[in-house]
């Protein structure tokens, strides 16, 4: 088991500010604490913090008022790594952190085939959690034709942030089909449940601008930790 690297501190602070948001958290029209004590209080520079309340002003969360302060302001979707991660903590919200338990080039599946054009797949396998609290194991299949090898190292927590910024591959839309399913034989023992019991479960297909299908995941989370939650505007 291997902890991939971790997105810049500011991004990872923009992604949490942009779930507590989404998960209600923080009002709309909340003014943030000064940024000093902000800072003091999530044990980062200041100057850290000022990267990321720029970043989730530029997302359109956020009015900075010289003199005055910081201003939340809801919005019904954004445009943030963790867009379409949708388990969140009960209480809602957390910021998403994993562990890889192993990355393999495999022959594809039976069923696979609209997955990309190669015969085989990078078949990355992790442990998930939310502000440090475990919650899923994930089983992600990324065409070979994408890169030829994938290692650990070349992983951050979010997989479409690595998509995005190595691949040039962009995910635009996502399809998910959930319901209730028994832990796979691979459960490891990290994880606090056991092979075979049940758990929630999520089967994705991840799909370009161009409706090319990119990435076919499983996920098995642990629903007494998390939930599913989708969140739409008006349409």
């Not at 442990?127 to 992600?140: K, N, Y």
Request: glycine share 10%.
């Amino acid at each position: 088991m291997a902890r991939t690297s971790a997105l810049p501190k500011f991004i990872q602070l923009s992604e949490m500010l942009i779930r507590e948001i989404a998960a209600g958290h923080l009002a709309d029209g909340a003014r943030l604490p000064p940024e000093r004590d902000m800072a003091d209080d999530l044990g980062v520079a200041v100057g850290t913090l000022r990267k990321a309340l720029a970043d989730v002003e530029a997302k359109g969360l956020l009015d900075r008022v010289q003199g005055s302060g910081n201003y939340v302001r809801h919005r019904p979707a954004v445009d943030s790594v963790y867009a379409f991660f949708r388990l969140e903590l009960l209480k809602g919200g957390g910021l998403p952190t994993a562990e890889v338990l192993s990355v393999d080039r495999l022959a594809k599946p039976d069923g696979f085939a609209r997955l990309g054009g190669h015969d085989k797949g990078h078949r990355i396998m992790r442990l998930r959690s939310l502000d440090g609290v475990l919650i899923a194991l994930e089983e992600i299949w990324l065409d070979a034709g994408q890169r030829e090898q994938v290692a650990v190292s070349d992983l951050s927590d979010s997989l479409y942030h690595f998509y995005r910024h190595e691949l040039g591959l962009v995910i635009a839309s996502v399809e998910d089909r959930i319901g209730i399913d028994a832990l796979p034989e691979w459960t490891p023992d990290a994880f606090h449940l056991k092979a075979g019991a049940a758990a929630g479960y999520i089967e994705r297909v991840s799909w370009t601008a161009t409706k090319e299908p990119a990435e076919f995941s499983r996920t098995w989370y642990d629903a007494t930790r998390a939930t599913y939650i989708s969140r739409m505007g008006k349409g």
